[in-house]
């Protein structure tokens, strides 16, 4: 069992910051892909950004230069740094971590249950 727990969403007005965490936690051998991905309401869920446990990031055209993405690998955490927030960014973010554990030999995509981040005046 792999459970992900999301927190540091809120609301928040446009040109604001949030700062959004997700820890892993149970049997988990090694995480490979750790990310964020974010759903509007009416919307396909669409990825935000990614980080591999070698660090080379990844981000959405309508993200980049505006959020970070990090990690701890120690805490098995993954981080969502988001400035210049806009009101289109508003969306519940899910997190997902590509995770081995001890008993399945192969890698299983696992997600978080979201938090939502609403941006407005």
């Known amino acids: 069992q792999v459970q992900l727990v999301e927190s540091g969403g809120g609301l928040v007005q446009p040109g604001g910051s949030l700062r959004l965490s997700c820890a892993a936690s149970?049997?988990?051998?090694?995480?490979?892909?750790m990310g964020w991905y974010r759903q509007a309401p009416g919307k396909q869920r669409e990825l935000v950004a990614t980080?591999?446990?070698?660090?080379?990031?990844n981000y959405a055209d309508s993200v980049k230069g505006r959020f970070t993405i990090s990690r701890d690998n120690a805490k098995n955490t993954v981080y969502l740094q988001m400035n210049s927030l806009k009101p289109e960014d508003t969306a519940i973010y899910y997190c997902?971590?590509?995770?081995?554990?001890?008993?399945?030999?192969?890698?299983?995509?696992?997600w978080g249950q979201g938090t939502q981040v609403t941006v407005s005046s």
């Open positions: 997902s971590a590509q995770v081995q554990t001890t008993y399945r030999p192969f890698e299983f995509l696992y």
């Open positions: 149970g049997t988990i051998f090694s995480i490979n892909v």
């Open positions: 980080i591999p446990s070698g660090g080379s990031t």
